[in-house]
């Protein structure tokens, strides 16, 4: 089993910064793509930034410019700096990750349980 554990949520001020970490755990042989999502009230999950095994990134639109995404391979886990918070960045944020595990053959979607952040304005 693996589990993907997010810290670093909390109430910002706009204009203001934080630094997200999502840490995986488990049974982990290699994880390729990691990623950051997030869901505002009554809005449907959308993908923030992801970053592949070997660092591509890609951001959505609304977010270029402010944040970043970077990943640690060898300790399992992915970063998201924001910048320049927005009240509209207001969201849960959860983190994915497509893990191998060993003697598997196939790779599996594993999703952290959200971390909340919240801008005020």
């Known amino acids: 089993q693996v589990q993907l554990v997010e810290s670093g949520g909390g109430l910002v001020q706009a204009g203001g910064s934080l630094r997200l970490s999502c840490a995986a755990s488990g049974s982990i042989f290699s994880i390729n793509a990691m990623g950051w999502y997030r869901q505002a009230p009554g809005k449907q999950r959308e993908l923030v930034a992801a970053?592949?095994?070997?660092?591509?990134?890609n951001y959505a639109d609304s977010v270029k410019g402010r944040f970043t995404i970077s990943r640690d391979n060898a300790k399992n886990t992915v970063y998201l700096q924001i910048d320049s918070l927005k009240p509209e960045d207001t969201a849960v944020y959860y983190c994915n990750a497509d893990v191998w595990t060993p003697g598997s053959h196939y790779v599996v979607n594993y999703w952290g349980q959200g971390t909340q952040v919240t801008v005020s304005s």
């Open positions: 970053i592949t095994s070997g660092g591509s990134t």
